[in-house]
């Protein structure tokens, strides 16, 4: 059953990542990012992490794709003004990435005889957190100053383009593009304070 | 756990592949965006798994740090990729390449 489990989970990840790359609209490539997170966020289920799938759905699924959606939506990005390489840059990647896959898989064939040990299952939040708030603690503060390092880089980028935006002659149009940075940040935000 | 650590590897490998071919083979930068975020997504994946065979729990606080460094990564890459986008009106990575020497 579990087996079963993990076939299934396997196929929609691997065939939604594959739709991911070949769709040509941008907001259906994020849209089936969205059933690969959740696919992996099921993965996560099988192998008794419950504490990392909540998080997972609750930051990508719920924070970064979201911000995804929200960017590709301000930037009018559809079907239309999508750009393509050539043919040949297609197949030369096509090409490169089949040729990584082989070389990865080739290295880590070992790693499977490592044995494998039992003990107290490990995924749930009591365990995790024992371990997060005694060993890792300061990787754990130092984490939220790198979220708050990136809030203010987001803002001062978005307060950066404003400036040399809005120039005196700017016109009415852009009066609507002065909304962006505001909602932006306050996106962002919601993401950072979500994963806090 | 009575799944088999290769077919993760296996699984881990093939979506770590696609976000390469992602990156080689899409134009668009928000796209090229998610694919990276499809590479973290496969390594993380073979992380837990690793620290499930394993017993250790050393492997999931590392997922957990990189999924706090991807928000991060993504809400500052996002914010400069509008910014470009209001001064070129696109996000095409081949018209971005002022950076170069």
């Given at each position: 059953m579990t087996l079963y489990l993990f076939y299934f989970l396997s196929f929609?990840?691997?065939?939604?990542?594959?739709?991911?790359?070949?769709?040509?609209?941008?907001?259906?490539?994020?849209?089936y990012l969205i059933i690969t997170f959740f696919a992996i966020a099921g993965h996560y289920i099988l192998l008794n992490a419950q504490f990392l799938a909540a998080v997972?759905?609750?930051?990508?699924?719920?924070?970064?794709?979201?911000?995804?959606?929200?960017?590709?939506?301000?930037?009018?990005?559809?079907?239309?003004?999508?750009?393509?390489?050539?043919?040949?840059?297609?197949?030369?990647?096509?090409?490169?990435?089949?040729?990584?896959?082989?070389?990865?898989?080739?290295?880590?064939?070992?790693?499977?005889?490592?044995?494998?040990?039992?003990?107290?299952?490990?995924?749930?939040?009591?365990?995790?957190?024992?371990?997060?708030?005694n060993e890792f603690l300061l990787p754990f503060e130092i984490s939220s100053i790198l979220l708050l390092a990136a809030m203010v880089g987001v803002v001062m980028v978005g307060k950066m383009d404003h400036k040399t935006v809005d120039s005196p002659q700017s016109v009415n149009g852009n009066s609507t593009l002065d909304n962006r940075p505001s909602t932006m940040d306050k996106v962002n935000e919601k993401e950072l304070t979500i994963n806090k | 756990m009575n799944i088999p650590i290769e077919y993760y590897i296996w699984l881990s490998t093939v979506l770590f592949s696609i976000g390469v071919l992602g990156v080689l083979y899409r134009r668009n930068a928000i796209i090229i965006f998610a694919c990276i975020e499809l590479m973290l997504n496969a390594v993380n994946l073979l992380m837990v798994a690793f620290s499930a065979k394993l017993n250790d729990s050393n492997g999931q606080v590392f997922v957990f740090f990189i999924m706090a460094v991807a928000a991060a990564e993504v809400a500052v890459g996002l914010a400069i990729l509008v910014m470009m986008y209001r001064k070129t009106k696109s996000v095409d990575i081949d018209i971005l390449n002022r950076l170069r020497g």
């Open positions: 929609v990840a691997i065939f939604s990542a594959l739709l991911v790359v070949f769709s040509k609209n941008p907001v259906y490539s994020v849209l997972h759905v609750i930051v990508y699924a719920g924070a970064i794709m979201v911000l995804f959606l929200y960017v590709i939506m301000l930037l009018n990005l559809n079907q239309d003004s999508e750009p393509h390489k050539s043919s040949l840059a297609k197949i030369a990647a096509v090409i490169c990435a089949g040729t990584m896959m082989v070389i990865i898989i080739g290295t880590l064939r070992g790693s499977a005889s490592l044995p494998a040990k039992d003990g107290v299952n490990i995924g749930y939040v009591k365990e995790l957190g024992n371990v997060l708030f | -």
